[in-house]
Every structure is written in structure tokens, then in C-alpha cells.
């Protein structure tokens, strides 16, 4: 909420890390969109390192260097997904390290993912390592389970499925549903399986659907 409503130079960059599943790409979305809300007009940006890694290797095939930059260096907000995958790039870690500056510079916003911390990515470039960590590191965790429990709730409610108490607490505590992706999948397939079975959700049959997904 702080970097969206009042971004750059406080905490610039933002990165947060953790595991699959957990919210990450989610954040980066509310993040931008809550920016637009309040600066209508502004140039803000979501992409993947894997976006940026094709868009650089077309550009350079193509002669498109100056479009590339201006692209990526002049906006207010820049939104990454999964930086760790540029990891490695000799290349691709060069142009990322001139464009974070080029922004940070501008005391434009940063915002950016990883399945890790930075300082653990193996193979990212020293000065990219050093940038990273000169903002704020956030992780985030795996749900507890009054949290998963909550999540099933809001998923079963959003779904219109009608599931007995103790098949939610079995779905909360799978081991699978530390992944908040999988948590949901769960309702979702679930619910899906009892309406083509017509059969009333309890918990053997949600075991029996769910043990072997």
C-alpha cells in the first residue's frame, strides 16, 4: 500500500520472494493498479524476465535498441515477475542493471519478484545483487492454517459450492495447500467432480476425489 500510493524514493526498489503459488504475480497486480487509481495517465509497466529476456534478443536482431530502451526506461512504475530467471544472462543482466538505474535514477518506482532472496539467487551479476538489496526485501510465507482454512472459505463462497465444515478443514490441511494456487484448485476441482457425479460433498468422497489429483 505504501509503495503504491506513495512510490520511489522510500522503498526502491521493492522486491518480494518466496515460493510458488503464494501471491506474488497477484501483488504485483495490485500494486499497479491501485498506482493507476491515484495517478491516472501514468506510465506503468508489468512484465516477466522472460519477456524482457525475448523482447531484448528481438530487439538487438532487429535494430530496435533505441525502441527498447525508451520502452522500458521512462516510466513510473515498473512491475517484474520473476527476475531470478535473468540470472546467468550476461546480456540480458547488463540491460536490466542500465534500465533499473536509468529509473531508479528518475526516482521512478521499482517493484520485482523472486522465488528467492537476492543475495541467494545463484548467478546473478554482483551490482544487480548490490540494487536489489538496496531498497526493501519482503518474503513472503507459506499460510498458516487459519489463513488456508479462511482462503477455502472465500473459495467455496466465490464457487456457489457447499462444502461441510470438515471437508474444508481436510482441504485447509493437505499438504498441497501450502501453495495457495493449489489450496483453490482444490475447491474448484472439488466442486467440479460432484456436479458431473451428482454427488453430495463429505469428506470420504472428497478424499476420494482429492488423494489422487
Not at 522510500?10 to 491515484?38: C, D, M, Q, S
Not at 463462497?157 to 462444502?163: D, I, K, L, Q, T
Not at 468422497?205 to 482429492?210: G, S
Request: charged share 25%; proline share 4%; with cysteine.
Amino acid at each position: 500500500m505504501a509503495v503504491a500510493d506513495r512510490p520511489a524514493p522510500r522503498w526502491n526498489p521493492l522486491v518480494i520472494y518466496g515460493g510458488v503459488g503464494l501471491g506474488k504475480t497477484h501483488l504485483l497486480h495490485a500494486i499497479g493498479n491501485r498506482f493507476l487509481e491515484r495517478n491516472p495517465g501514468s506510465g506503468v509497466m508489468y512484465f516477466s524476465s522472460e519477456t524482457f529476456i525475448n523482447d531484448l534478443i528481438n530487439s538487438i536482431r532487429y535494430d530496435r535498441m533505441g525502441s527498447f530502451r525508451s520502452r522500458y526506461r521512462q516510466l513510473d512504475l515498473l512491475l517484474v515477475d520473476d527476475i531470478q530467471f535473468i540470472a546467468g544472462k550476461e546480456k540480458t543482466q547488463e540491460e536490466f542493471f542500465h534500465t533499473f538505474n536509468s529509473v531508479h535514477e528518475l526516482h521512478k518506482q521499482l517493484v520485482l519478484t523472486s522465488s528467492k532472496m537476492p543475495r541467494k539467487i545463484p548467478d546473478l551479476d554482483e551490482c544487480l545483487r548490490s540494487r536489489f538489496h538496496g531498497g526493501l526485501t519482503v518474503s513472503i510465507n507459506a499460510p498458516e492454517n487459519d489463513l488456508r482454512l479462511a482462503i477455502v472459505h472465500q473459495k467455496a463462497e466465490y464457487c456457489g459450492a457447499r462444502f461441510p465444515e470438515n471437508v474444508k478443514r481436510y482441504i485447509a490441511a493437505r499438504p498441497k495447500a501450502q501453495c495457495i494456487r493449489s489450496l483453490e484448485g482444490d475447491v474448484i476441482r472439488l466442486n467440479a467432480y460432484s456436479c458431473l457425479d451428482e454427488k453430495k460433498i463429505d469428506l470420504a468422497y472428497a478424499r476420494e476425489i482429492l488423494e489422487r489429483m
